[in-house]
């Protein structure tokens, strides 16, 4: 069942992993998309032996990534990296991407900046851990 998928996932790439009942209320509620990735770099929403996930909202103007996570053995292939090719590729120039993310995620800020994205605002000491939250967002180039 992909609550159940979904949630054994966040238990293995985050650190302070949305509960259960959190995720329900995204996919149920919010209307958040959720695609998983394969070790072949297939973005599908089938959950048989998923490498990765990406959950995500859509907005009237682009998107808003809440997730990307990708298991730790399948780290630096690149599968975050289609993730973020593959949703650019949904939008309409003009659209943006947006995030946040903890200003501690080394790995996340660089994939991010690699990819265009830029700080809008920051939330300070906004984490359990006491780390920022940066507000991240990738403008589409207009036609
Ligand atoms: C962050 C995360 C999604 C990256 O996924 P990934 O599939 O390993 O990333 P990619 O292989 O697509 O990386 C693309 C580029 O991002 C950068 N990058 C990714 N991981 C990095 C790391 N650990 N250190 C430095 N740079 C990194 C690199 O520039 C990389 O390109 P390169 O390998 O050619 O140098 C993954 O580490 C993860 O799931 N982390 C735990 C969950 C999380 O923090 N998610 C993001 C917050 S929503």
């Known amino acids: 069942m992909l609550l159940q998928k979904l949630n054994e996932l966040e ?3 985050f650190p302070f992993p949305y509960r259960e009942d959190q995720l329900h209320s995204l996919l149920t509620i919010a209307k958040a998309i959720c695609l998983f990735i394969n070790k072949q770099g297939q973005i599908t929403e089938s959950y048989e032996q998923p490498c990765g996930y990406v959950l995500y909202i859509p907005l009237d103007d ?6 990307i996570g990708i298991l730790p053995e399948y780290r630096r292939k690149h599968l975050a990296w289609s993730f973020l090719q593959y ?3 949904t939008l309409s ?3 943006r991407i947006l995030l946040e993310v903890s200003s501690l995620n080394t790995a996340a800020m660089e994939l991010y900046r ?3 994205f830029q700080v809008l605002r920051k939330r300070a000491s906004y984490y359990q851990d006491g780390s920022d939250a ?10």
């Open 114 to 116: 690699k990819a265009g």
């Open 134 to 143: 940066l507000i991240l967002e990738k403008k589409l180039l207009p036609n």
């Open 62 to 67: 682009g998107i808003e990534i809440l997730r």
């Open 87 to 89: 949703l650019a590729n």
């Open 11 to 13: 238990e293995i790439c």
């Open 93 to 95: 120039p003009g659209d």
